[in-house]
Antibody, heavy 120, light 107 residues
Framework: QVQLVESGGGVVQPGRSLRLSCAAS????????MHWVRQAPGKGLEWLAQ????????YYRDSVKGRFTISRDNSKNTVYLQMNTLRPEDTAMYYC??????????????WGQGTLVTVS | DIQMTQSPSSVSASVGDRVTITCRAS??????LAWYQQKPGKAPKLLIY???TLQSGVPSRFSGSGSGTDFSLTISSLQPEDFATYYC?????????FGGGTKVEIK
């Protein structure tokens, strides 16, 4: 059973920073690309960022590019999301997710339970 | 960005009903279409990928179909545990995008 456990959420003032962590276990973390996805209260899912298995490539949605940074430490089986200059509209549940082990495509086959970020 | 349009946004159905949800992409996505189920307070769960491949452990009453830009998720006989919100997602190009969701409610 894949385990992904997010942490680091909380209440933060606008303009401040927060770093989320996602600890992975029960699978070979260094073999998988990882993602962050968020969900504002009562809203749908919004993809944020991907990092490749070796950490060399990252992709972001435009609205967070330059403010958010995805990174990983394969020695700690952990992926991070550094969020700077937070805005009220960043208030959401933040999920990390694992990309299915494929050559093509980005299906997310395992998700953490989420960590709640409130910007207020 | 590829826009994903789901319909309906909600559907009321009874246990045993057949339910179909549709998803339209704003451009061809080469069969890279997934479906997720989300229950209140829980993380999304992958149901189907590459249009019609069932994720391990997902009941066979779930099926996916479609091609080009038009896709659908069908639940052949709705069970009590299927009342949830369903999302389609294109995984063809970045940014990955999701449909707006379809809430399946008890009639």
């Amino acid at each position: 059973q894949v385990q992904l456990v997010e942490s680091g959420g909380g209440v933060v003032q606008p303009g401040r920073s927060l770093r989320l962590s996602c600890a992975a276990s029960t699978f070979t973390f260094s073999n998988y690309h990882m993602h962050w996805v968020r969900q504002a209260p009562g809203k749908g899912l919004e993809w944020l960022a991907q990092i490749s298995s070796d950490g060399t490539n990252q992709y972001y949605r435009d609205s967070v590019k330059g403010r958010f940074t995805i990174s990983r430490d394969n020695s700690k089986n952990t992926v991070y999301l550094q969020m700077n200059t937070l805005r009220p509209e960043d208030t959401a549940m933040y999920y990390c997710a694992r990309r299915r082990d494929v050559v093509v495509g980005n299906t997310l086959d395992s998700w953490g339970q989420g960590t709640l970020v409130t910007v207020s | 960005d590829i826009q994903m349009t789901q319909s309906p946004s909600s559907v009321s159905a009874s246990v045993g009903d057949r339910v179909t949800i549709t998803c339209r992409a704003s451009q061809v996505i080469n069969g890279l279409l997934a479906w997720y189920q989300q229950k209140p307070g829980k993380a999304p769960k992958l149901l189907i990928y590459t249009v019609s491949t069932l994720q391990s452990g997902v009941p066979s009453r779930f099926s996916g179909s479609g091609s080009g830009t038009d896709f659908s998720l069908t639940i052949s006989s709705l069970q009590p545990e299927d009342f949830a919100t369903y999302y389609c997602q294109q995984d063809y190009s970045f940014p990955l995008t999701f449909g707006g969701g379809t809430k399946v409610e008890i009639k």
